[in-house]
T-cell receptor, first 116, second 114 residues
């Protein structure tokens, strides 16, 4: 079946440091890939997405590139801020009969803490 | 736009009881999905409702059931609660289908089974 594996956390960085959170996936077909963020006490918010190979999703300084050859979708940000402290989830949406109904398979999440 | 709203926010139930959680989708959305998020884990797909029918189901027992109403709102019912059902239950709504369909999540209902 489909699965998503994220790098184990937690990740602790100083403000303005470079961030990478690794994500690899296993899927049949060509799923869409997502990064969601969960701030304390809140639900999940979509951070960025990519729907086909070599697509780059970007938002709020975060980027991730859909790499079909390595089945990866690593999240990066050049300079993190304290306000980026949250839990980050990599996810894929499954394809059934050529159609995506939006069912998401998530990784286990990576806790990011950024210190001033 | 109120976004996806869930009620209640917190709930404490006794083992063996039944519980109903509610979700109102984002305006214009016709599809509702439910997820269970155990502490420290990623959300797990329970099922999805579209046009008042269950369209997809994850690997959850029949104790988990749902309903979608004509106004697209939805309920998640869990019977014979177990301690292991303690989790954050997330509702997500979306519109349409196809690659990259975005799901919007509510803040969740924290269920504690004692």
């Amino acid at each position: 079946g489909n699965s998503v594996t994220q790098m184990e956390g937690p990740v602790t960085l100083s403000e303005e440091a470079f961030l990478t959170i690794n994500c690899t996936y296993t899927a049949t077909g060509y799923p869409s890939l997502f990064w969601y963020v969960q701030y304390p006490g809140e639900g999940l918010q979509l951070l960025l997405k990519a729907t086909k190979a070599d697509d780059k999703g970007s938002n709020k300084g975060f980027e991730a590139t859909y790499r079909k050859e390595t089945t990866s979708f690593h999240l990066e940000k050049g300079s993190v801020q304290v306000s980026d402290s949250a839990v980050y989830f990599c996810a894929l949406s499954e394809i059934s009969g050529g159609t995506s109904y939006g069912k998401l398979t998530f990784g286990q999440g990576t806790i990011l803490t950024v210190h001033p | 736009d109120a976004g996806v709203t869930q009620s209640p926010t917190h709930l404490i139930k006794t083992r063996g009881q039944q519980v109903t959680l509610r979700c109102s989708p984002k305006s214009g959305h016709d599809t509702v999905s439910w997820y269970q998020q155990a502490l420290g884990q990623g959300p797990q797909f329970i099922f999805q409702y579209y046009e008042e029918e269950e369209r997809q189901r994850g690997n959850f027992p029949d104790r988990f059931s749902g309903h979608q109403f004509p106004n697209y709102s939805s309920e998640l019912n869990v019977n014979a609660l177990l301690l292991g059902d303690s989790a954050l239950y997330l509702c997500a709504s979306s519109f349409g289908q196809g690659l990259g369909t975005e799901a919007f999540f509510g803040q969740g209902t924290r269920l504690t089974v004692v």
